[in-house]
């Protein structure tokens, strides 16, 4: 040992006498830990997990007091990751210890070959460790920790990026100059100048954030007409989200038409069952109720699933004793429409799939559903699409831009429909909760395939068409746990379920967890709850109470229990159900209990 470090020393003489200065590469940044709150101490802080999948734990844990735990879900991998600034051309090791099967580590972006690592069981900590270096041009990368789907839950603790830290990213300045273009009736074009630094937008409507975008313009669409409405907007990148702008505010126009469809400032809407019988009886059009605002008549289905040419006849006097003539059904019609009432054909339900997959079948859509419109002399179309009718294409993954043909024709035909019958044509739409607010959670088969591509695949449609949408009455019945904004499942049967599935729609929000990519909300005005009338119509009934303590919640934040909603909505516009024929099998419980409830 002592004669080693003199020839050390006495090597450095030598090359310090000759000038040579080659031994420590010079202005090189000091490696260092580069990975934020890799230890989960601060809970889940500078960490993203997809669909709320991850969570902060005491026990076990590898080091420290926490640890995350992370949960698959479905086809949700419970992926969690952060973005760091790196340097280019340089080397990093990515580690972390883990516990559960199927545990993945890894790095993307790295400008070379991304990496990762995985263990197939873990019953207990163990350590995965992976290399990479960095592009001529990269100066961030994104870790991550993933499990895998149908497995179980995962831990993951003292997460690691050792190497040379990138220049520090500054939180980009305040957004100056916003601006709105000219409104229209439903909405309002909005722009600004680039900020330095930015990598996205965040837009802001009253307080309450509507959109993530990487331009510089947005426009807010779904808008009440003769309305005010104020904006803000924030410039975010991997350090964080600068403050809100300066609010700028702009009032609609008052348009045309009538947007409500001139329905009152709550209705009640039923499903009449025009052309089939059942265990709840036939009844006739001159027999319904006067609570009842907007009759949907079901139903109308295709001659074949692919063809687009929808029917729609009376139920056969062999199945329905009862029935009316045609010529009186007719004449019932009218005389609901001159006491106010809307009359409208409801296309699909659970036997009637339609899936409009060319323009021909389009085409057919059009005019079949036109002819029966004409006919009956019908107020308009309500959409009851189940099952397979719509699911999403591979790789059609932005709700924004839909490029499915079931979806595309669709949309394609409502407006053409909407356009031949003019701004009083009433459009209502009554997809299932799998269609649209499990599009929080998943969309189509998803970023890896392998997901069910009718998850969130009504969503597209109604963005399209949401200035057009007269209602939207999610069924919140025959479904399973969904999970609502606070990230946590909600179960159908009780007003719980249908407070956080309406808050959803009249917040908006991250379509499978995506923040650039988010479902702006409805407006009130254009939202009922869809509940079963009995609980023969359907799984998932509601009591009257827990009905009127979802409506307390929703339109004056009383009565909420544990959930939190995102606003108060007076302007709610009211309640659907499966069936009128159910409530007066049920001696008209439901419509009674709406028509008693007191709207503030």
Known sequence: MRRTRPLVLAL????????????TPVAQAADSELARNGGFESGLDGWSCTAGSGAVVSSPVHG???????????????RCSQTVTVKPNSAYTLSGWVRGSYVYLGASGTGTTDVSTWTQSAPDWQKLSTSFTTGASTTSVTLYTHGWYGTGAYHADDLSLFGPGGDPVQIPAVPTGLATGSPTSTSVPLSWPAVPGATSYKVYRGGVLVATVTGTSYTATGLAPSTSYSFQVAAVNSAGESAKSSAVSATTTSGGGNPGGGLPAHALVGYLHASFANGSGYTRMADVPDSWDVINLAFGEPTSVTSGDIRFSLCPATECPNVESVADFKAAIKAKQAAGKKVLISIGGQNGQ????????????????SKIIDEYGLDGLDIDFEG????????????????????????????????????????????????VQLGYQFYGSGQWGGQDPRAGAYLPVIHALRDDLTLLHVQDYNSGPIMGLDNQYHSMGGADFHIAMTDMLLTGFPVAGNTDRV???????????????????GNGHTTPSEVNKALDCLTEKQNCGTYQTHGTWPALRGLMTWSINWDRFNGGEFSRNFDAYNWS
């Open 354 to 369: 339609v899936q409009l997959s060319t323009t021909a079948a389009r085409d057919a859509f059009v005019s079949s559903v």
């Open 388 to 435: 397979h009718s719509l699911s999403l294409q591979t790789g059609d993954t932005d709700f924004r831009s839909p490029t499915s043909p079931v979806i595309v024709n669709l949309i394609s035909a409502i407006k053409s429909l909407k356009a031949k019958y003019g701004s009083d044509f009433v459009l209502t739409m009554a997809p299932e909760t799998f269609f």
């Open 64 to 78: 420290g007091t926490k640890a995350l735990l992370a949960t698959p879900a479905g086809s949700d991998q419970a």
């Open 12 to 23: 450095a003489g030598v090359l310090a006498a000759g000038g040579l200065v080659a031994l």
């Open 519 to 537: 479902f702006p909300a409805l407006r009130p005005d254009q939202v009922a709850i869809g509940l079963p009338a009995s609980s023969q119509a």
